[in-house]
Nanobody, 123 residues
């Protein structure tokens, strides 16, 4: 079993930056691929970024490519999402998730989810 907790959400103006953190605990956390998803009101949960268990491979949604960076520190069992040049359309609840796969892009591939953290970008 793996527990996942997100930190770092908040309110920021358009063009600003935020860094989300995701702390994983439980079974050998560094063996899990990790991902970030987001869900805005009335919309389905969507993929944002993913990182392989080794950290050697990263993947991004087209909407955030070049603005967001996912990284991980396996010594700290923590995954980060650095979000720059934020836009109002980035407003959503952001979820961190862990997958037993080597890398995972689809929500159904993830086994453990955090409770989410709200990110609000004002115009």
């Amino acid at each position: 079993q793996v527990q996942v907790v997100e930190f770092g959400g908040g309110l920021v103006q358009a063009g600003g930056s935020l860094r989300l953190s995701c702390a994983a605990s439980g079974r050998t956390s560094s063996s899990y691929a990790m991902g970030w998803f987001r869900q805005a009101p009335g919309l389905e949960r969507e993929f944002v970024a993913a990182i392989s268990w080794s950290g050697g491979s990263t993947y991004y949604a087209d909407s955030v490519k070049g603005r967001f960076t996912i990284s991980r520190d396996n010594a700290k069992n923590t995954v980060y999402l650095q979000m720059n040049s934020l836009k109002p359309e980035d407003t959503a609840v952001y979820y961190c998730a862990a997958s037993e796969a080597v890398v995972a892009l689809a929500p159904e591939q993830y086994d453990y989810w955090g409770q989410g953290t709200q990110v609000t970008v004002s115009s």
